[in-house]
């Protein structure tokens, strides 16, 4: 199993609360950039010449449907010329509504892309213009029709809980609405002020109020209930799924799978030995350099060793609703889990269920998890 990831670091503009990496491109930028992705994709065919077909692709973001549907499809046709692919590959392209229209999603879908991901983010225009975001509630609704019109019958739609001000009821009634639009996929992310946003200096000066630790708890069981409700999965913290709809790109990363990464600002994982990052500093002009230079923009980021991995591991497979299978891990590290981290086990007995020979978080678990799972780090 293996996977490529490709990241475009640009977007319309810069929301206040975002600290991923991204800037406001120009077209121009924009052109220059998809050359630079074709070098960076023959370098790193040539750094991993063996790679197992690909079965998941996924562009991600920035915004990548700044791309043009003809700019998706060279990048694809020169993937598939240079890396060997699963002719059952996932997909993905993250899509921000605002920057679709019907010809563009129907030229992505032909160029081969079978999963959009909508960054709709919220179905309230108070909620948008908060967040600093560039469309409405109607474009929201109007890409997700544009989307099934293209032919997209593998959707996902993004939507953040615990904002400013939301109470239970103004998100029951944008869960109600982003339910009606019919996804395949959900991932619902609760808003947090990262340090070195405008939204961070705002909550500090006074400006904004964070959502309360009670009312968190409180959406997310909600959201928990209502997507059960509507027949989806819970699947991993953050993630719903109609059955059979999960997303074969992020079960990658919780596995602990390769996936290969391009692009200013990616993140690769090599699954060799106990496992190596590797990460392409997010400097575009280093970046531009370096690959017309002809080396490789990638520097190793953690070469990790038994205890490492064994960590990571647990800390990725309770993110899911798989949860940790005792046998797998033995099969990797000699032992099963609760031999190797016996003080974790019994400090966090009450929230471990074993369940089909799986460790599994509960509810309360994945609520109180970056605390629950420092006991394993
Ligand atoms: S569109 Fe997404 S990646 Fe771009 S600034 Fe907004 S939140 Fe960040």
Same mark, same amino acid.
């Given at each position: 199993m293996s996977s490529l990831y490709l990241h475009i670091p640009f977007c319309s503009s810069k929301c206040p609360y975002c600290d991923f990496f991204s800037q406001v491109g120009?077209?121009?930028q924009l052109d220059e950039y998809v050359e630079l992705l074709n070098l960076n994709i023959r370098i790193l065919q040539q750094k991993f010449p063996h790679n197992p077909p690909l079965e998941t692709i996924f562009f991600g973001g920035g915004t990548p449907s700044l791309l043009s549907a003809e700019q998706i499809?060279? #990048?694809l046709k020169y993937i598939k010329g240079t890396f060997d692919i699963d002719?059952?590959?996932?997909?993905t392209l993250e899509a921000n509504p605002g920057t679709v229209d019907l010809d563009q999603l129907r030229g992505y879908?032909?160029? +081969?892309v079978n999963r959009l991901s #909508? +960054?709709?983010q919220s179905l309230n225009d108070q909620h948008l213009q908060l967040l600093g975001r560039i469309h409405t509630a109607d474009q929201a609704q109007d890409s997700v029709i544009a989307a099934r019109a293209a032919g997209f019958n593998n959707l996902s739609l993004d939507l953040m809980f615990a904002l400013p001000d939301q109470d239970l009821s103004s998100l029951e009634e944008e869960l109600s609405l982003l339910l009606e639009l019919s996804p395949e996929h959900v991932s619902l992310y609760g808003l947090s002020f990262e340090k070195g946003t405008e939204f961070a200096v705002r909550l500090q000066r006074g400006e904004l109020t964070a959502c309360g630790e009670n009312l968190y708890a409180d959406q997310y069981r909600l959201l928990h209930e209502r997507m059960n409700a509507a027949g989806f999965e819970h699947y991993e913290i953050s993630n719903f799924a109609r059955p059979g709809s999960r997303c074969r790109h992020n079960q990658v990363y919780w596995r602990r799978q390769t996936c290969l990464a391009l692009g200013c600002g990616a993140h690769s994982f090599i699954a060799d030995g106990w496992g190596e990052r590797w990460h392409v500093p997010s400097d575009l002009p280093t970046y531009r350099r370096k690959l017309q230079n002809g080396q490789n923009a990638c520097e190793l980021l953690e070469s990790f060793d038994r205890q490492a991995a064994m960590a990571e591991t647990v800390y990725l497979a309770l993110r899911t609703a798989d949860g940790l299978s005792r046998k797998r891990f033995r099969r990797q590290f000699g032992s099963f889990p609760e031999e #190797?981290?016996?003080d974790a086990f019994r400090r966090q007995a009450e929230r471990l269920k074993l369940v089909d020979d799986s460790w599994r978080l509960d509810l309360q678990g994945w609520l109180l998890y970056d605390h629950l799972i420092s006991a394993f780090l």
């Open positions: 120009s077209q121009e499809g060279s #990048l002719k059952n590959a996932e997909i879908r032909q160029a +081969g #909508l +960054g709709i #190797l981290f016996p």
